[in-house]
């Protein structure tokens, strides 16, 4: 896709919003998961690089961005600043890899999974419908969010370009 205005990049542990024509970015999620939330209706996006499930379990917590349950609220409230309207907002969700080949059934090591479960469950809290995922498996994402049109590309080595 070709971007008409800037692409805001966003690292890990991070978030930020933009409004189209621009459009938002973030490399290399592996067990992280990019949550990408929409307004179409003023085409104000928002993109979050969560790395872990819960910041309860974690002290010297400040960067709330890092987490699924503050990240997102985070964003939210970010958007609904800029003058998106949060009763319309949409989800899309990618990431949340395996990335490391073990069998093992120790939670702690099965973050990928533990993410994608923490956004759903936060995203369900706050009443964010989800419309497509591209999530889990054993190979790292960089996406792309188009809030012109609402596409979320995604891009992994060796595969082809999805857009959800």
Same mark, same amino acid.
């Given at each position: 896709m070709k971007v008409m %205005?800037?692409? /805001?990049? =966003?690292?890990?542990? #991070?978030l930020n919003?933009?409004?189209?024509?621009?459009a938002i970015t973030t490399l290399g999620l %592996?067990?992280? /998961?990019? =949550?990408?939330?929409? #307004?179409?209706?003023?085409?104000?996006?928002?993109?979050?690089h969560v790395m872990l499930p819960d910041s309860t379990k974690v002290t010297q917590n400040q960067n709330r961005a890092k987490f699924a349950d503050t990240g997102i609220v985070?964003?939210?409230?970010?958007?609904?600043r800029e003058g998106a309207n949060t009763a319309l907002l949409t989800a899309k969700i990618a990431g949340?890899?395996?990335m490391f080949a073990f069998k093992s059934n120790n939670e702690?090591?099965?973050?990928?999974?533990?993410?994608?479960?923490?956004?759903?469950?936060?995203l369900a809290r706050m009443r964010?419908?989800?419309?497509?995922?591209?999530?889990?498996?054993?190979?790292?994402?960089?996406?792309?969010?188009?809030p012109?049109?609402?596409?979320?590309?995604?891009?992994?080595?060796?595969?082809?370009?999805?857009?959800?």
């Open positions: %205005g800037n692409m /805001v990049k =966003v690292g890990m542990a #991070d919003i933009c409004h189209a024509p621009d %592996g067990s992280c /998961v990019g =949550v990408a939330l929409y #307004d179409k209706t003023t085409k104000i996006g928002g993109l979050v985070m964003l939210v409230e970010m958007m609904r949340g890899a395996q702690m090591l099965r973050v990928g999974d533990r993410n994608v479960e923490a956004v759903k469950a936060q964010i419908p989800i419309l497509a995922e591209d999530t889990g498996l054993n190979y790292g994402r960089t996406v792309e969010f188009y012109e049109t609402g596409a979320y590309v995604i891009k992994a080595v060796g595969r082809e370009m999805r857009t959800i």
